[in-house]
């Protein structure tokens, strides 16, 4: 599995606050491959994006593609609809 994350957006829209990151799960320690395989599973990632946003003004907006199986999967998600434990994980990465 391939996640590719880039993340734009923050306070104000300042495009400063620009971010990319590639990780293949296949070159992970076992507890974060599994952890990554949990978290950016696309059936999550997509129950994820159904939730309402509430106020997302000035959070940053995460646009996550799964590459997995020869299958692409993308998705975009606001900071308020990832949960703190994944946002942990992006910051790993």
């Known amino acids: 599995m391939i996640i590719d994350i880039a993340a734009q957006g923050g306070f104000g829209g300042i495009s400063a606050a620009q971010m990319r990151k590639t990780i293949d799960v296949e070159d992970q320690p076992e507890q974060m491959r599994q952890e990554l395989c949990d978290a ?26 799964v590459t997995e199986n020869s299958e692409t999967h993308r998705f975009t998600l606001r900071e308020a609809q990832i949960p703190p434990e994944m946002l942990d994980l992006i910051d790993q990465m």
């Open 40 to 65: 950016f599973e696309p059936d999550e990632l997509a129950r994820l994006a159904r939730q309402p946003c509430g106020d997302c003004a000035d959070r940053m907006t995460y646009l996550i593609t």
